[in-house]
């Protein structure tokens, strides 16, 4: 084996699957959107990525994933990723908003070729270590009717999720309603369970917050995250010490770049952070906030960006990689929740459990892809590159097809 591999192509594309769920005070969200890497090396490795946008538009994250393709084309792997990570970091450094989900789809898929190259079993041997095989993960419940989002508790407690999420209206009187109906439900069974309430930045003076976490600790939430706007820190440090330790803060929003962990600690506004799958871009990057974070003395989150099966394992792959998970692992997959899978096999959650996973791109189904590609040309494309040396990595249905 040579002691390097080098990036020949890139290509990228773009995924759109329909949804219908709302977040925290009713907002609407219609579609999942995925930006997917394919990277071709000199010896026949494919490696696979996909980010998804956060604060910024697919078009956006879409131009600059072309233009850091362009810096890394050519290098070999590990110089790819000091490549990503020293501009990456520079743009934190300069830069109130950052592409994030272009430099995830690309790292990752750098980190899945390089894993293949070292013939490493788990991509987490790259980043850190395997510390875990089985990987648990939460259970969210997305706004609704409060009957129905108790049934679906109960469902989920029945079918092993330890840890359930759940998005809240900001009405007061409404958020009553729906605490009741979920504190009825928890107690029907004996296993313990902590529930999470992701307000979505929803209260924005400190007395309605104030308000809303009384509510909540009397139904016995366990977690509130991201209760205030996510530049009201005084003020969710102020909310932190009136509802300590009954009531853990989680920040999210807040969060936009590693060194606000520092300042988090400072002002000790949090015992938790959430990292969003394409929060803070390059894997490596979020588990060294990670690890750092855990130092500081808060607890961390990994948390959801609804991924196709590519970016579920890349995140199974790093909560693996942590030596000590304070929570379930948020991320289920696109296909866990809504059905639309892009691999021969699924990766499924069992007993609120998942098993660690590398996806290989004879793993893909293409035709799937096809349908839900934005890109009209995306499959004449990728064949057309594949044929050049990568052919025999795609699986076929049958002798005669390639989907």
Not at 53 to 67: F, G, M, N, V
Not at 246 to 258: N, T, V
Not at 329 to 351: A, M, S
Not at 381 to 398: A, C, E, Q, T, W
């Amino acid at each position: 084996m040579t002691s390097y591999m080098f990036i020949k192509t890139l290509h990228t594309t773009i995924l759109s699957f329909p949804s219908s769920h709302y977040i925290s005070d009713w907002r609407p969200v219609t579609k999942t959107i995925h930006l997917i890497v394919f990277l071709l090396t000199d010896s026949g490795v494919v490696g696979i990525g996909e980010g998804t946008p956060y604060s910024t538009s697919i078009i956006e994250d879409h131009a600059k994933a072309l233009s850091l393709a362009r810096k890394i084309r050519g290098l070999s792997l590990e110089d790819a990723l000091n490549t990503l990570r020293s501009i990456e970091y520079s743009e934190f450094r300069r830069s109130e908003q950052v592409n994030y989900g272009a430099f995830l789809a690309l790292e990752s898929a750098v980190i899945h070729a390089l894993a293949q190259f070292k013939k490493a079993e788990h991509e987490a041997e790259v980043l850190g270590g395997v510390y875990r095989t089985e990987i648990p993960v939460a259970y969210t419940l997305f706004l609704g009717h409060p009957s129905i989002m108790s049934r679906k508790l109960g469902e989920a407690i029945k079918s092993g999720y330890r840890h359930v999420k759940f998005k809240i209206p900001c009405n007061l009187e409404e958020l009553r309603r729906l605490l009741e109906a979920l504190h009825l439900t928890r107690k029907q069974y004996k296993e313990e369970v902590v529930l999470r309430a992701d307000a979505n930045e929803c209260f924005s003076t400190l007395e309605r917050a104030e308000k809303a976490l009384s509510v909540m600790e009397k139904y016995g939430v366990n977690i509130v995250e991201q209760p205030m706007p996510r530049d009201m820190l005084r003020d969710i440090a102020i909310l932190r010490k009136r509802f300590y330790p009954a009531i853990e803060i989680m920040l999210d929003e807040s969060l936009r770049k590693p060194s606000d962990i520092k300042l988090f600690a400072q002002l000790e506004i949090a015992d938790a952070v959430n990292f969003h799958p394409s929060k803070l871009g390059c894997l490596t990057v979020s588990r060294e906030a990670i690890l750092q974070t855990q130092r500081l003395g808060m607890k961390v989150n990994i948390g959801s960006a609804l991924m196709t099966e590519i970016g579920f394992s890349h995140y199974l792959n790093l909560a693996a990689s942590i030596p000590s998970l304070d929570y379930p692992l948020e991320e289920p997959g696109v296909f866990n929740i809504y059905g639309y899978g892009i691999t021969w096999e699924p990766i499924e959650i069992i007993n609120g459990r998942a098993i660690l996973h590398s996806i290989d791109v004879s793993d893909i189904d293409f035709s799937m892809m096809k349908r839900f590609s934005t890109n009209s040309l995306f499959k004449e494309r990728l064949l057309m590159l594949l044929s050049k040396g990568y052919r025999g990595f795609i699986k076929v249905k049958n002798a005669n097809t390639i989907i």
